[in-house]
C-alpha cells in the first residue's frame, strides 16, 4: 500500500523460507522514486547504531517464489495496481 510518501509492505519469504502468519509484520519504507518499472526505496534503521537500508527494485514480468505464484495469473491481479490506487 502506498499512502503518502511511504510504501506499506509484507514480506512473504525470506532467505527462501515462508514467513509464518504468526511472525509477519507490516513494514514501511519512505519512497525515494517511484515508476512502474523501477522504484527506490528507504528503510529507517531498526536502531540508533544503523544506517538507513535502500532498495533498489524493478518490475518483474514472473514471481519464482511459489507462495507468491499465484499473483503471476493476471486474472488474480485485475484490481491490484499500487500506482493506480496511490493517493500522493
Known amino acids: 500500500m502506498i499512502k503518502g510518501d ?12 515462508e ?4 511472525e509477519r ?7 525515494i522514486s517511484l515508476e512502474e518499472e523501477k522504484g527506490q526505496l ?3 534503521p531498526a536502531d540508533e547504531d544503523e544506517k538507513e537500508i535502500r ?3 524493478e518490475a518483474i514480468d514472473q514471481f519464482k517464489e511459489k507462495e507468491m505464484q499465484i ?3 493476471d486474472q488474480a491481479n485485475k484490481n491490484f495496481n499500487i500506482f493506480k490506487n496511490a493517493a500522493n
Not at 511511504?6 to 523460507?17: A, C, I, K, P, Q
Open 55 to 57: 532498495i533498489t527494485w
Open 25 to 31: 509484520e507490516v513494514l514501511s519504507a519512505k519512497i
Open 42 to 44: 528507504s528503510v529507517p
Open 19 to 22: 514467513i509464518t502468519e504468526e
Open 6 to 17: 511511504t510504501f506499506y509492505y509484507m514480506e512473504l519469504v525470506s532467505d527462501g523460507s
Open 71 to 73: 499473483f503471476n495469473d
